[in-house]
């Protein structure tokens, strides 16, 4: 005959684990992986203490479960407030977030929110893409109220409804932000250049009298191979590639645009293959300096002319250069007709050139002389 003593501590916990076994079999219970009885102190001596290891119904967790839990922080290690008691369903929302060439944005952020009791509170929880562009929030309820944000650098936010999108893949496209451009526009000793030209790309505005400007670029601007650029009459202009953030785009901090020194002047004497001037002949620039649209900064000359007319000596002057080197184009002078300058613009009078002698004919082509540097004084180019 076995004598089994069982002290009444022990019999309060077996009904407990009783307890925890049916809720178990109902699916509403937490996962329970060991419970252990211990007798009271008081009990009789000949009571023991059992270890009951009881498996999970489930290996994996519930892609959506029930269950209540009060709108209390009591007991939670994160301090976060607790959603609603009312009974909702959690699940896991996945999010893609791409840019408009459909193409995943790292490091975009997806944010899940709803308000909580009548107090004004908010639960929300938050996930960042990985460089695929996809982003997770786990056990979240699908509150017919809840709003989901997305965001990224260098892009637009989108908040939507989540409402019904819990236990989905959702594919989220945020447009490209306008970028604003800003700063100021200083010359090389530090005094403001009002009425400077900055552009990027086809967006350009000027700059006010204090040199302060504002740009507004387009989102398929192209900042890797597209210069911002500044240029001032007179002035060197700044030509500056915008170091992109992790968005690729650039940062919207304000910008100091400083202005290089004064522009060159080429100068030099035209003569023929013995060494007489040559009057009235056009010496144009044949190359310029890319501005980043496909064209020449030409409008950073002192003068809106790419060219000069020899005098009666056959010195010519061409000002506003560059610090760079440039190639000329002579073009001769043809008996009755008016030669034409580079890109078949007629070269313009020059004032100085009305007491210059007769014009020496010459059946000669146009013909290319240089490299020369900008800001040389005593060019000869020996017309062949």
């Not at 504002?214 to 989102?219: A, D, R």
Request: neutral net charge; glycine residues 10%; proline residues 8%.
């Amino acid at each position: 005959m076995i004598d089994l003593r069982i002290s009444s501590a022990a019999v309060c916990s077996m009904a407990l684990l009783a307890g925890a076994l049916w809720l178990t079999a109902r699916g509403s219970a937490p996962r329970i992986e060991t419970v252990q009885i211990v007798a009271a102190a008081d009990a009789d001596p000949g009571a023991t203490s059992s270890s009951i290891s009881l498996k999970p119904r489930m290996a994996a967790p519930l892609t959506a479960i029930r269950f209540s839990r009060p709108a209390s922080t009591a007991g939670s290690p994160s301090g976060e407030a607790a959603p609603p008691s009312d009974e909702f369903e959690t699940s896991c929302l996945t999010v893609r977030v791409l840019d408009p060439d459909l193409l995943p944005i790292p490091r975009a952020t997806i944010t899940l929110s709803f308000p909580i009791g009548d107090q004004g509170a908010t639960f929300a929880r938050s996930a960042v893409a990985g460089t695929d562009g996809n982003a997770s929030i786990k056990s979240v309820q699908d509150h017919r109220t809840a709003i989901l944000l997305v965001s990224a650098p260098g892009h637009e936010s989108r908040s939507l409804a989540a409402a019904g999108l819990m236990g989905t893949h959702a594919d989220v496209v945020l447009p490209r932000r306008a970028l604003r451009i800003h700063g100021v526009v200083l010359t090389g000793d530090g005094h403001p250049a009002g009425a400077s030209l900055v552009f990027l790309g086809a967006a350009e505005t000027r700059a006010s009298k204090d040199g302060s400007f504002s740009l507004q670029v387009p989102e398929q601007a192209d900042f890797e191979n597209t210069p911002l650029v500044a240029m001032k009459r007179g002035l060197q202009p700044l030509v500056l590639h915008l170091p992109a953030t992790d968005g690729g785009s650039p940062s919207d901090a304000p910008l100091e645009l400083i202005l290089g020194e004064p522009t060159k002047t080429l100068r030099g004497r035209l003569v023929d293959s013995r060494g007489e001037p040559l009057a009235g002949h056009t010496v144009s620039l044949s190359t310029g300096t890319p501005d980043g649209r496909g064209g020449y900064l030409e409008h950073a000359l002192d003068v809106a002319r790419r060219m000069g007319k020899t005098d009666r000596d056959g010195r010519f002057e061409i000002r506003g250069l560059m610090d760079r080197s440039y190639e000329l184009s002579v073009s001769p002078v043809a008996s009755g007709s008016r030669r034409r300058g580079a890109r078949g613009k007629a070269p313009r009078s020059d004032p100085r050139d009305r007491d210059a002698g007769p014009e020496k004919e010459s059946p000669a082509p146009s013909q290319l002389a240089g490299p020369f540097d900008a800001g040389t004084t005593d060019v000869e180019i020996v017309l062949r």
